[in-house]
């Protein structure tokens, strides 16, 4: 008998080892603004050995320069939808239709893209051990016209980055899935932030600004106005299953 206790144990501690080390992975793509304009992926992928379960996600991505760039990136407003690609993650199932998030400005014009969905029966969808393909959205930026059109680089962040199970999530970016008894929890995540290379494009110091370039900063300024006090609409918009955002801080099971 002591054989066989010695091996459920090792079995049992396998077990455990391996529900522990899944992990939802965020991945934002890559791209070179050679023409003024590009559009990454953002894909959800599973690190780990075990499925894991979604249900619903929100999130915040953040444009931030990378040393002392002396342009200026922005996300373009409105932002492509998702829903209709075979890849995205609730596709067929969403509850966000027609609209996944809002561009906002928080530092610099148009910097912010906050967002989420859920599935429209709240169900779970499955993420496979070791799958990297299911598209969370994607992500359109410019160059905004009235700053310098020089050499620069800027990253696309997810805000936080990442966050364990147990921590608590930021107001915005959540990821969770609902147990046997329809309780939601979050999910560990981590993320890797996208790079925009801007090369040398034509334009520099002294150009005149367009008038359109003046009116897109004007009415930028008043979205950005409306969107500082517009969160909580957003949330109430995005959310409207009762207890979708008050999860028990567990884990993924």
Do not use: C
């Not at 010695?6 to 791209?31: D, F, H, K, P």
């Not at 969403?94 to 809002?102: F, K, N, R």
């Amino acid at each position: 008998m002591k054989p066989r206790i010695q091996l459920l144990a090792v079995l049992m501690t396998l077990a455990i080892t391996t529900r522990g080390s899944a992990e939802l992975v965020v991945t934002i793509g890559n791209a070179n603004l050679a023409n003024g304009q590009a559009t990454v992926d953002v894909t959800l992928g599973n690190n780990g050995t075990v499925p894991l379960s979604l249900d619903q996600f929100g999130f915040e991505f953040q444009i931030v320069p990378v040393g002392n760039a002396p342009a200026e990136l922005s996300f373009v407003n409105p932002q492509p939808q998702p829903f209709a690609d075979p890849a995205y993650v609730f596709y067929g199932n969403s509850l966000a239709t027609p609209t996944l998030g809002a561009v906002m400005t928080t530092g610099t014009l148009n910097d912010t893209y906050l967002g989420g969905d859920a599935t429209a029966d709240g169900s779970n969808v499955t993420i496979p051990a070791g799958s990297s393909s299911f598209l969370l959205t994607q992500l359109t930026v410019s160059l905004n016209g009235l700053y310098l059109k020089t050499p620069g680089m800027f990253q696309i962040v997810l805000t936080p980055s990442s966050l364990a199970a147990s921590g608590s999530p930021s107001a915005d970016t959540f990821f969770q899935y609902a147990d046997s008894q329809g309780n939601e929890h979050y999910l560990d995540y981590t993320s890797n932030a996208g790079t925009i290379t801007i090369p040398t494009i034509a334009g520099g110091p002294g150009s005149v600004p367009e008038p359109s370039s003046l009116a897109m900063v004007a009415a930028g300024t008043v979205f950005g106005l409306l969107a500082r006090g517009g969160r909580s609409w957003l949330a109430a918009a995005r959310w409207p299953r009762g207890a979708m955002r008050d999860p028990e801080p567990l884990g993924f099971e």
